[in-house]
């Protein structure tokens, strides 16, 4: 039976509220929980256990949830992922020693890994390809969305109840959560099934070898890791560049928002503008921009780091949802979970490699250094697009 296309598009503003929410629920747990950490006595060298704490189940786990979604299907994950997060923001609320918080942080990791994949995974499976490029687009933009307003409402709220700001701005990212629940059902209830009919016969599982093997997947891998990797580099090391040339807080925080700004914006138009220049070309020319911008950055007088901060966003945040379409239309009917889910532990280890990378290399070059070094695997990884788009 064809699907209505209104009835399509409700189904989706209601996946995209529900990514929405759960994406401000994790980005207001994820301060809070470095928060009630020093609440509880564990001194500041420690933080970097709660990071770790949050990112090793996406390391562990990834290939397996991958794995299941694409024999059980998406929804069972995003309902679970949803309780998950409800249970883990309270449990954080009441965390009382240092081994509970980090394995409460470990379950709430847990819980953002499996409704990211069943979010991408049900976008790519739920549209037609030809709206890949918009859809994971929109996507990417409320996940932007939900990281602002989930900082900014928990900040508020800890800000204005002392003594235990801390555990109101957990209960309030519990809120969010609950609040995602019957959204989740009603999509489960809705669902229009594949966009594209499943075959008679269930395919035998890819092997992960496969997928990797899949012209032009290792290329969007490595780029979504890149530009991920660079986009934390300079969240942690534009205020150290900052010292460095003697720029206020104002002006990197300024920086810092017209980048996300943009990258917004340009999620918003990324399908009519792929409509006019192509997928391909428009993925090396944001690689190659991209990288420009961040190469120059730290060596710009202060008004023309403002141009290069938006040239910066506006290709950073294209390329991005580009290699989640990238990635879904290349992998194989049955395989898209389990492609979904590498691409995000791609991303998981870039996050943790290119980071480290850049504290050594801090020492001998400064912060300055390390951003133009960022951009440089950004230029790197256009160059690996640009040969696999050339030598197809």
Known sequence: MARSVSADSRWFLGLLAAATLLQAA????????????LEIGMPPSSLGLVAAAFAIAPVVFALAIGRWIDRRGEFPFLVGATLMMVAATLALALAGSAASLLLF????????LMFVVSNQTLVGSRSQPGSFDSRFGYLSFVASLGQLI??????????????????????FGAVLSLAAIPLVGWLWRRDPGPAVPAPAVAPAP???????????????????????ATMDVMVVYLPALGEERGLSVATIGALLAVRAGAS???????????????????M?????????SVVVLPFLPVPLMFVAMVFAGLTLGMAQPMTMAWVATRAAVGARGTAMSLRLLGNRVGQVVIPLAAGSLAAVTGAAGVVAAAGLTVAASAVVVANRRSGS
């Open 26 to 37: 994790t980005a207001v747990a994820r301060p809070m929980a470095s928060y009630r950490a």
């Open 105 to 112: 942080i470990g379950l709430l990791g847990l819980a953002q």
């Open 150 to 171: 989930g900082p900014a409402s928990a900040g508020f709220i800890a800000s204005r109840n002392a003594g235990d700001g801390t555990s109101q701005a957990l209960l």
């Open 206 to 228: 890819v092997r992960v070898r496969a997928i990797l093997r899949t012209p032009g997947m290792l290329p969007a891998m490595l780029a979504s890791m890149t530009v991920l």
């Open 264 to 282: 917004m914006a340009s999620r918003l138009a990324l399908g009519r503008v792929i409509g006019r220049f192509g997928r391909d070309r428009l």
């Open 284 to 292: 090396v020319a944001s690689l190659v921009v991209a990288a420009g």
